[in-house]
């Protein structure tokens, strides 16, 4: 049976793996400085710190990839905000730039946690109807709800966002 790296079980492996990646000092030196034997040293570095090193990369991705899920996550909690203000406010436009917004994040969300693969093609829909059925809880304005009902049917039917 093997016995295990004596740098690997030093109390001190990580100011060694740091000395090792930096290179400012000879193998030599860190063994004289830790009280190790050259050959482990040496074959720590060839053998551990490659690893070692794999797996700080993929613990600073993961950090990295949950900052910027965060990021995407604030993204949306802002459009959805947005479009509130907007639907509050009767700016239309606004309202319908910032659903299309809040599509764009849903997708990237769902890229970014695996649920499609990049590159995939994503068809979120949501019907004329559903959505007046949606803003009638919000908006008691007759005369805006019956605005914004013919311009999704327009949207629907292949129209432009004026």
Not at 78 to 89: F, G, H, N, V, Y
Not at 117 to 134: A, L, R, Y
């Amino acid at each position: 049976m093997p016995q295990p790296c004596k740098v690997c079980t030093h109390k001190d492996c990580s100011k060694i793996n740091k000395e090792l990646t930096q290179q400012t000092r000879t193998i030599s030196d860190i063994a004289r400085r830790y009280g190790l034997p050259w050959d482990s040293v040496k074959r720590h570095k060839k053998y551990h710190l490659p690893k070692a090193l794999k797996k700080a990369k993929e613990v600073k991705e993961v950090a990295q990839a949950d900052s910027l899920l965060d990021q995407v996550k604030m993204l949306q909690t802002k459009s959805l905000s947005i479009m509130k203000r907007a639907e509050r406010e009767g700016d239309l436009r606004i309202a319908l730039t910032a659903i299309r917004e809040a599509r764009g994040n849903l997708e990237l969300l769902a890229k970014l946690m695996g649920e499609i693969e990049t590159g995939q093609q994503v068809v979120i829909q949501v019907m004329v109807p559903q959505i007046i059925q949606i803003l009638m809880h919000e908006i008691k304005d007759v005369s805006l709800l019956k605005r914004i009902s013919r311009k999704l049917e327009s949207l629907e039917e292949g129209g432009e966002l004026e």
